[in-house]
C-alpha cells in the first residue's frame, strides 16, 4: 500500500472544534476522479480537498461527499494552513516545496487561479467575487425555509447560489428549513443573510447545500465571494466583517477590490495521518 498524506483542519476559527473542517489530501501522483470521491464520502466532511501537481504548477480540487465542486474557501484556508505547517518543520514535500514562495502560493482550479497568503493574521485568499443579481424567488422558496412571506426582504443569485436577505438576525439563527425542498432548488445552495447583531461583525449569515450532499455548511468561504459585494452599498466600506451562525459558528473578513475579494480566516489542523490506497 502506498501512503498518501491525509490531513483534517478546521477553518476560519482560531479554536479546534469551531469552525468548518475540511480534509485535505496531498497527491503527489493524480488519482482517478472515483477513488477520489470515494475518499471524499469516506471523510463525511463538506468538503475534502484534493492537492496534485500540474503542469503550471499545483491543482487544487474539491469534492463534498457526493459531488466535485467549483469553489471551497474554507478547504483553500485549510490546504494552506497545511502547507505553512509542514514549510515551517521543514516537510514541505520536493513537489510542492517550488510553489510556496515567501508564503504565498497560487493554485490551479476550476475557478481559475487562486493566491493564497500566509499571514501573521491568518490566511488570506484572493478569490472571484460574484456579486448576485436580483431574481424572482421561486414559489416553493418561503415554504422551504420556513418562512413568512414578509420575513423575505430580497433575493439575488450568485454564480453558484441564491441569496436571501431576511429581515433580522434573529430570523437567521431560529432557521429551520426543509432541506429536502431546498434540495430541489436548481441552484448549488442557499444563502441566508442579515444585518448583525453584535459588535464583532457586520451581517450575519447561513448557508444550506442539500443538493450538493450538505445540509448545512458550517462556514462558507466562497458564499462571502458573494456576501461582500451585496453588502458593500449599504455599508459604504470595502472592509467587511461576517459570522456564520451555524452550530460551529465562524468568522470572515473580507475586502472588496474591484472583482476579487480577499478573504481572510484562521484554521487550526486537528490531526495528520496517512491514507491507505
Not at 58 to 68: C, H, S, V
Not at 76 to 85: C, K, M, N, S, Y
Not at 170 to 181: G, K, N, S, W, Y
Amino acid at each position: 500500500m502506498n501512503a498518501v498524506p491525509l490531513f483534517q483542519v478546521d477553518a476560519f476559527t482560531s479554536k479546534a472544534f469551531q469552525g468548518n473542517p475540511a480534509a485535505v489530501c496531498l497527491l503527489e501522483t493524480p488519482a482517478p476522479d472515483l477513488w477520489m470521491q470515494q475518499v471524499a464520502a469516506e471523510m463525511n466532511l463538506a468538503e475534502t480537498a484534493f492537492l496534485t501537481p500540474d503542469p503550471a504548477g499545483l491543482r487544487l480540487r474539491w469534492m463534498t461527499p457526493t459531488t466535485e465542486v467549483d469553489l471551497c474557501g474554507h478547504a483553500t484556508i485549510a490546504t494552506v494552513q497545511v502547507l505553512r505547517e509542514l514549510h515551517a518543520t521543514s516537510e514541505l514535500p520536493d513537489w510542492i516545496a517550488p510553489h510556496w514562495k515567501q508564503s504565498c502560493i497560487q493554485f490551479q482550479s476550476r475557478s481559475g487561479i487562486l493566491t493564497a497568503e500566509a499571514t501573521a493574521n491568518g490566511i488570506v485568499l484572493d478569490f472571484p467575487a460574484t456579486a448576485p443579481t436580483a431574481v424572482t424567488p421561486p414559489d416553493a422558496l418561503t415554504a422551504a425555509l420556513q418562512i413568512r412571506p414578509e420575513q423575505l426582504l430580497w433575493c439575488g443569485q450568485s454564480r453558484f447560489d441564491l441569496l436571501l436577505r431576511l429581515d433580522s438576525a434573529a430570523t437567521i439563527r431560529q432557521l429551520q428549513p426543509d432541506l429536502r425542498l431546498l434540495a430541489e432548488l436548481p441552484v448549488r445552495g442557499v444563502i441566508v443573510t442579515a444585518l448583525g447583531d453584535a459588535a464583532d461583525h457586520d451581517f450575519i449569515s447561513r448557508f444550506f447545500a442539500p443538493a450538493s450532499g450538505v445540509p448545512e455548511d458550517p462556514v462558507t468561504g466562497s458564499a462571502h465571494c458573494a456576501l461582500a459585494p451585496f453588502w458593500q452599498p449599504h455599508f459604504g466600506r470595502n472592509t467587511l466583517f461576517g459570522f456564520q451562525a451555524s452550530s460551529r459558528g465562524g468568522h470572515v473578513r473580507m475586502d472588496l477590490q474591484g472583482d476579487r475579494v480577499r478573504l481572510t480566516g484562521q484554521a487550526v489542523t486537528v490531526f495528520r495521518g496517512s491514507l491507505l490506497v
